[in-house]
């Protein structure tokens, strides 16, 4: 069953896109500040960072919950009908850009924080999860290849 993207139904998700783009890049900004920041051309107060985390949280869950509920009548709609919506499919490159920025930042600051031991240890990983682990590894693969 295909669904019917009314104007409206366009007009809506087109604007929850815009929001959820603003969003994003609000988030990218917080981002960036904390990196500044990182980097020692600020000082780096990793509360005011979280509480900047904690005030966007609420407002990036509703507007999933707003797109999550979209998302079905989007996706049984016809390939015709989505291709016709000239407005949606750039915002949904843009936020996927947007998104990939953030995680590439994040990422790189977690690496920073990780190289001046600002991150606690109880949340790092177990360096050694099992010994002898990459001998199973080989023995299995082993086995499998003959």
Known sequence: M?????????QEMTHD??????LCDEILNLATQE?????GQSAYDPE???????????????MLARLRSRRLVWQTSSRNERENCTEITP?????????MKVLLLDRENQQIMLRRGMVPPSHLPNPAPRPNYLAS?????A???S
């Open 17 to 22: 896109l815009r929001r959820y783009l603003g």
């Open 143 to 145: 086995i499998s290849a």
């Open 91 to 99: 915002l949904f490159q843009q936020i996927q850009d947007q998104l």
């Open 48 to 62: 005011f960072f979280q509480d900047q985390r904690r005030t966007l949280l609420p407002n990036l869950e509703q």
């Open 2 to 10: 295909n669904a019917t993207l009314t104007p409206l139904f366009i």
């Open 35 to 39: 990196n500044l920041a990182l980097g």
């Open 137 to 141: 590894v080989y023995q299995r693969h």
